[in-house]
């Protein structure tokens, strides 16, 4: 992996990677925080996935996660949001919700997507072997991430549970098989037949994991949210949450929209959430 920039920040280090993806078939950037502790020894990480539209500098440079992280002792790693480059088919219409910068961390099945849209094994195994074969990092990790990225981390965390220590959200689409956003991604990457949307619906996961070991879950979500009602719909993880007995702190917060704000107001708690489960 080619070191891109390198930016001190609270004693630490703001990092930016390209590198050649096997599992997509591109080239792709991601961003590292590697906080002071790093100079010492191997410190845990947090994966942290963006939302519809991002790259990976959209955490890096608006959420102001830096300055807690130094404090913890945590690294962040924030990859992309899809494959990139000219040769990665994009949505026909340039839609925003769909194609580059729309990854919703799924493995393609369908053409022309199949290729280079396997952004789940990106995120579950490359990106991570890729890292902590070059950065001083344990093989401790938690994930967290926003809207499309807060359904990538209950997904990916739910899923690959001896992997994550703790696993948080913010505004995440709960139940995309069931919301326009949802449908429209799964049906694309995933054609049409339902059946296979359901290993990525947080909802449903979290249904079918009842009685089962998971790792702690902490949701944020603003009730000013634009998109709340038509596309997140927090009630249903809610739901699911009470009837599994699956323990997980969904909290609202009221005033909040989705922006980046909100983020910033609240990463704090999320990453001594992590701090906790991960020591
Ligand atoms: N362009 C769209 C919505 C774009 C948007 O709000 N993206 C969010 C994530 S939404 C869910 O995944 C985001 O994080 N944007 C980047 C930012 O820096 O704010 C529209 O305008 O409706």
Redesign the pocket.
């Given at each position: 992996m080619e070191l891109k920039d390198d930016k001190k920040v609270f004693g630490g280090r703001q990092l930016r990677y390209e590198h050649a993806s096997q599992v997509l078939n591109c080239t792709m950037q991601f961003s590292v925080f590697l906080p002071p502790q790093a100079e010492q020894g191997k410190v845990p990480a947090v994966y942290w996935l963006?939302?519809?539209?991002?790259t990976d500098e959209?955490f890096s440079s608006?959420a102001g996660a830096q300055r807690a992280a130094a404090e913890l002792g945590l690294a962040l790693i924030i990859p992309d949001t899809s494959p990139r480059g000219d040769d990665v088919p994009d949505d026909p219409e340039g839609a925003?919700d769909f194609g580059k910068g729309a990854g919703f961390y799924v493995n393609a099945t369908q053409e022309p997507w199949r290729r280079h849209y396997q952004m789940y094994d990106y995120i579950v195994k490359e990106l991570p072997e890729l890292v902590e074969a070059h950065l001083p990092l344990s093989e401790d990790r938690a994930i967290s991430g926003?809207?499309?990225?807060g359904h990538g981390a209950l997904v990916i965390g739910l899923r690959n549970s001896e992997r994550y220590a703790s696993i948080s959200a913010f505004s995440p689409?709960v139940h995309p098989t069931q919301v326009p956003?949802g449908k429209k991604a799964l049906s694309g990457y995933l054609g049409s037949d339902e059946q296979q949307w359901r290993s990525y619906d947080a909802t449903y996961l979290l249904e079918e994991l009842a009685g089962q070991a998971i790792p702690p879950i902490l949701v944020d979500q603003g009730d000013a949210d634009q998109?709340l009602k038509e596309q997140l719909c927090t009630e249903f993880f809610r739901e699911a949450n009470k009837a599994s007995g699956a323990g997980a702190q969904i909290r609202m917060q009221p005033g909040y929209d989705?922006?980046?704000y909100f983020i910033a107001t609240f990463i704090e708690d999320h990453l001594r959430f992590h701090a906790s489960n991960l020591r």
């Open positions: 963006s939302g519809l539209t991002c959209n608006k925003y926003h809207s499309m990225g689409i956003w998109f989705h922006s980046y």
